[in-house]
């Protein structure tokens, strides 16, 4: 799916396989979309579907023996699978940057937080240790956390899991990046903190003008943070369009599912079961044929079983991966 900005990102057809014992573990099937300079993309789906892969197949960041292709996988007009890693590890933490999912595990429990944040610095940029110590101390209190020079001496299990993930903020914003790939950010916070990080996230993007990669499961969040949005199931995009598009006429059957599993104030009565998704996700291991979803979904008919349904486009900016048309989604739905 394209957006009408200026493409930064362009991704198209992204694989990423992991052999196994039992076979190659299919984590990303064939993806594609592009983020423009200053947009935000929603990366969401439930746990296991391929968007921590997808970052880190951007980043270069998989395990050793993880497979990557793709017809093309270019930012800012440099394609990504052609470079060799010291050439990516120019380009990681200064002109693309990555937010991690647990700020206790991805900062280093030996250094100070001063250590860490001047060091992305002093790798992409030529300046002394007192510009990086400035520049540190001034992302700090741009993320909110007070009395920042004296912060610079602490260690990571002397902040809390919030003042930890504005680090974290902070860390990533170091060289001024185009691009910054936020994956679920507020997980490990309670919903305070987590509302506090998003506005602070949103702020951030727009004073900087940076494009974002949001990777959540949590639709509500995608709704007030993200230009646009791409619904992710089995290491595919099953669906894509704007926010408005995806929320005001969802059309896959599975963001059909999602969106009934959310209740709505003032509109859900109380009491009233939500719904749900039947059945599970299938093995992403060995050869699979047909459409992923057809064993969890309502509308399953023969050819489901054999065949890829592709996306439909049902306008510039949405398209949905099923084998029914439009008009018969409807009928049915």
């Given at each position: 799916m394209n957006s009408f900005m200026s493409p930064l990102l362009e991704v198209e057809n992204l694989q990423v396989d992991i052999p196994i014992p039992v076979g190659d573990l299919h984590a990303v099937r064939g993806i594609s979309f592009t983020v423009g300079k200053g947009e935000t993309l929603g990366l969401v789906g439930e746990s296991g579907c391929g968007?921590?892969?997808?970052?880190?197949?951007?980043?270069?960041?998989l395990p050793n023996t993880a497979r990557r292709r793709g017809t093309?996988?270019?930012?800012?007009?440099?394609?990504l699978i052609a470079l060799r890693e010291r050439e990516m590890a120019d380009i990681r933490g200064d002109r693309m940057s990555m937010i991690f999912q647990e700020p206790?595990?991805?900062?280093?429990?030996?250094?100070?937080?001063?250590?860490?944040?001047?060091?992305?610095?002093?790798?992409?940029?030529?300046?002394?240790?007192?510009e990086a110590r400035n520049r540190a101390v001034f992302l700090l209190e741009k993320v909110g956390i007070s009395a920042a020079k004296s912060r610079l001496g602490q260690y990571p299990h002397q902040l809390s899991g919030g003042l930890?993930?504005?680090?974290m903020i902070a860390m990533a914003l170091m060289c001024d990046p185009e691009l910054i790939i936020a994956d679920e950010p507020t997980t490990a916070l309670d919903v305070?903190?987590?509302?506090?990080?998003?506005h602070l996230l949103r702020g951030l993007q727009r004073e900087f003008r940076m494009a974002m990669i949001l990777i959540t499961h949590d639709?509500?969040?995608?709704?007030?943070?993200?230009?646009?949005?791409?619904?992710?199931?089995?290491?595919?995009?099953?669906?894509a369009g704007t926010v408005r598009d995806v929320f005001t006429q969802p059309l896959?059957?599975?963001?059909?599912?999602?969106?009934?599993?959310?209740?709505?104030p003032?509109?859900?009565?109380?009491?009233?079961?939500?719904?749900?998704?039947?059945?599970?996700?299938?093995?992403?291991?060995?050869?699979?044929?047909?459409?992923?979803?057809?064993?969890?979904?309502?509308?399953?008919?023969?050819?489901?079983?054999?065949?890829?349904?592709?996306?439909?486009?049902?306008?510039?900016?949405h398209g949905y991966r099923c084998l029914l048309e439009l008009e018969k989604l409807a009928k049915r739905a």
């Open positions: 968007k921590s892969m997808t970052a880190l197949a951007l980043m270069n960041l093309r996988l270019a930012f800012g007009g440099k394609d206790m595990t991805s900062l280093n429990p030996s250094y100070t937080i001063g250590n860490q944040l001047m060091e992305v610095m002093l790798r992409h940029r030529r300046v002394s240790r007192s930890r993930q504005r680090v305070t903190i987590q509302a506090q990080i998003l639709l509500g969040i995608v709704a007030r943070v993200t230009d646009r949005v791409a619904v992710m199931y089995a290491g595919q995009i099953v669906e896959h059957p599975y963001t059909h599912g999602l969106l009934d599993c959310i209740p709505i003032g509109k859900t009565p109380r009491g009233e079961l939500l719904g749900s998704i039947p059945g599970l996700v299938p093995t992403p291991v060995g050869v699979l044929l047909g459409c992923t979803f057809r064993n969890r979904c309502s509308f399953t008919f023969q050819d489901c079983a054999v065949q890829d349904p592709g996306m439909r486009l049902v306008s510039e900016t």
